[in-house]
């Protein structure tokens, strides 16, 4: 498995930006298909944003227009820029790291809240 730590989230206000980062560990990132998912209080973890190994990107339609997902392999890292967040954004964020069947791994969530 991959280890993934998460980090930039925190309380913005609406209208605000936020750039969520994720660090996997090893050296297969280049390999690894990546992707974000958020969990609200309440709610079921839903898809954010993803991106294949070889940089192809899909997000929600709650999303698109306002956060872009990107990876930067030199870096084994993937980002998620989230611009004119809105109080619904507001959730745990999480990376997932897929590989075929073989690795399935998350990392331990970031806080986002959008509040005014």
């Known amino acids: 498995q991959v280890h993934l730590v998460e980090s930039g989230g925190g309380l913005v206000q609406p209208g605000g930006s936020l750039r969520l980062s994720c660090a996997a560990s090893?050296?297969?990132?280049?390999?690894?298909?990546m992707a974000w998912y958020r969990q609200a209080p309440g709610k079921e973890r839903e898809l954010v944003a993803s991106?294949?190994?070889?940089?192809?990107?899909n997000h929600a339609d709650s999303v698109k227009g306002r956060f872009t997902i990107s990876r930067d392999n030199a870096k084994n890292t993937v980002y998620l820029q989230m611009n004119s967040l809105k109080p619904e954004d507001t959730a745990v964020y999480y990376c997932?790291?897929?590989?075929?069947?073989?690795?399935?791994?998350w990392g331990q969530g970031t806080q986002v809240a959008v509040a005014s």
């Open positions: 997932n790291a897929r590989w075929g069947t073989m690795i399935d791994s």
């Open positions: 090893g050296s297969i990132f280049r390999s690894l298909a």
């Open positions: 991106i294949t190994s070889g940089g192809s990107t």
